[in-house]
């Protein structure tokens, strides 16, 4: 049990479909991740959220959008995606962001939604 | 922009062994550097994390050292066991994000 749950574990959609990824979080955490690991690339950050309020958008394309209703919940919908986008997709939490630029605390992930574009 | 760079890309060691995993960033002004491993098909487990006023921290068999003068941090692993053959990534904190490495793909051999 890592305490962050992601789903679905896997996704196969075609260019044109809409879908949505979920992350949960039990861990009482504030501050919410979304990464995305390509094979042989680093993981990407791509998105952060703390409190509910998106902190940080690392220049992801628009056919990304994330939302995050309350602290335990991070959802990333997906349109019209390409071939490229396919990947292992990573949520994370942690308990907050303090003063932007400083945590001290360590960042927890879930086991990813691999995501393959047809 | 940060820069974080593992080697070796992958290490194979017999049972038994110590061996220490590398890691480099760019940046110096860090406010921390946290380790995590990686088992196929999972997500990330966290390891270690060192504060940037810190030089080292422990857990069990691992130790991890962070001088951020220098740009490195290291992971050492003693008496490697199977059970941790994964891959290893390193994450150097700073301007409110995590900077990933590639990763060092460990092989324990029983």
């Known amino acids: 049990e890592t305490g962050v749950t992601q789903t679905p574990r896997h996704l196969v959609m075609g260019m044109t479909n809409k879908k949505s990824l979920k992350c949960e979080q039990h861990l009482g955490h504030n501050a919410m991740y979304w990464y995305k690991q390509s094979a042989k690339k680093p993981l990407e950050l791509m998105f952060v959220?703390?409190?509910?309020?998106?902190?940080e958008n690392n220049s992801v394309p628009s056919r990304f959008s994330p939302e995050c209703p309350n602290s335990s919940h991070l959802f990333l919908h997906l349109h019209t995606l390409q071939p490229e986008d396919s990947a292992l997709y990573l949520c994370?939490?942690?308990?907050?962001?303090?003063?932007?630029?400083?945590?001290?605390?360590?960042?927890?992930f879930g086991d990813g939604t691999r995501l393959s574009i047809l | 922009k940060q820069e974080v760079t593992q080697i070796p890309a992958a290490l194979s060691v017999p049972e038994g062994e110590n061996l220490v995993l590398n890691c480099s960033f760019t940046?110096?002004?860090?406010?921390?550097l946290q380790w995590f491993r990686q088992d196929p098909g999972k997500g990330l487990t966290s390891l270690l994390l060192i504060q940037s006023s810190q030089r080292e921290q422990t857990s069990g068999r691992l130790n991890a050292s962070l001088d951020k003068s220098s740009g490195r941090s290291t992971l050492y692993i003693a008496a490697s066991q199977p059970g941790d053959s994964a891959t290893y990534l390193c994450?150097?904190?700073?301007?409110?994000?995590?900077?990933f490495g590639d990763g060092t793909t460990l092989t324990v051999k029983p």
């Open positions: 940046d110096s002004a860090i406010y921390n």
């Open positions: 959220y703390n409190f509910k309020e998106q902190t």
């Open positions: 994450a150097a904190y700073n301007a409110g994000k995590s900077t």
């Open positions: 994370a939490s942690s308990q907050d962001l303090p003063p932007r630029g400083y945590s001290n605390q360590p960042q927890h």
